[in-house]
C-alpha cells in the first residue's frame, strides 16, 4: 500500500484517515500481522501519533468495527408505510452484504483473536438492542405478547449472526446466499409463532 504524504488533519480528519487505513489492513492481512507501525507509514505519520488516537491496537480494531456496526444499522433502517416482512428481507441482505465485505474483521471479532473480547462484545450486543428495538416497535404489539416477541427477536437477531458466521467460515460454502436467507425468514417465523402455531403478523410501519 503506499504511503501517502504527512499533511497536517484536524483531529477527527486524522482519526477517521487511521480508521480507514486500519479498516484497509484488517481486511487483507490476519490480525496478528497489522502492525501501527504499518498504518503510520501508510498514513505518513508517526507510530506515537497513532497511539495517541488508539492507545492498542485493540482500540484500533474496535472502532473499526464500530463504524461498520453503525453502517450497518443505517443500511437496515426501517420505512414507513412498507410491508415490515419486506424490510426484513431487505435487512437480511443488507446483513449479507455486510458480512460479505467485512469477512475477515467479522471473523477476528466472532471467532478470531478478539473472539469473547468485553469491547467487541459490548458492540454487538448494542446493534442486536437497536435492531432488536427497532422490529419490535413495528410490530405494534404491547404488553406480554410485545415482551414474548422481544426474547424471540433477540434471540433469533443472534442467530442470523451466527449463521452468517458459519456462513463465511468456509470459502467454498455448502448453502447457497439464497438458501441461508430462507433459513434465517423460516426461523424468524417460527420464533415469533403463538402458542399452537399461530404466527405473528408482521405489519406495515405506520
Not at 504511503?3 to 487511521?18: F, H, K, T, Y
Not at 424490510?87 to 483473536?113: I, P, S
Not at 399461530?198 to 406495515?204: E, G, I, N, Q, W
Request: glycine content about 6%.
Amino acid at each position: 500500500m503506499p504511503r501517502s504524504q504527512g499533511r497536517r488533519l484536524a483531529p477527527e480528519a486524522r482519526r477517521d484517515q487511521i480508521i480507514d487505513i486500519g479498516a484497509k489492513l484488517f481486511a487483507t492481512r490476519p490480525y496478528e500481522q497489522v502492525r501501527m507501525t504499518d498504518i503510520a507509514a501508510v498514513a505518513g505519520i508517526s507510530r506515537a501519533l497513532v497511539y495517541r488516537y488508539f492507545p492498542t491496537k485493540r482500540d484500533l480494531f474496535a472502532a473499526i468495527y464500530q463504524r461498520a456496526a453503525d453502517q450497518l444499522l443505517k443500511a437496515s433502517e426501517l420505512r414507513p408505510n412498507t410491508p415490515l416482512a419486506e424490510q426484513v428481507l431487505a435487512g437480511l441482505e443488507a446483513h449479507f452484504d455486510f458480512f460479505a465485505e467485512n469477512a475477515r474483521t467479522v471473523l477476528v471479532a466472532n471467532r478470531g483473536a478478539l473472539a469473547g473480547d468485553p469491547m467487541i462484545e459490548g458492540i454487538i450486543s448494542n446493534e442486536l438492542a437497536e435492531l432488536r428495538g427497532r422490529m419490535l416497535d413495528a410490530t405494534g404489539l404491547l404488553g406480554h405478547a410485545r415482551a414474548r416477541a422481544g426474547i424471540a427477536l433477540y434471540g433469533w437477531l443472534a442467530f442470523v449472526r451466527a449463521v452468517c458466521v458459519e456462513w463465511l467460515a468456509h470459502p467454498d460454502p455448502i448453502l447457497s446466499r439464497e438458501e441461508v436467507r430462507d433459513m434465517c425468514m423460516s426461523a424468524l417465523t417460527s420464533a415469533l409463532a403463538k402458542p399452537g402455531g399461530t404466527a405473528t403478523k408482521l405489519k406495515p410501519l405506520p
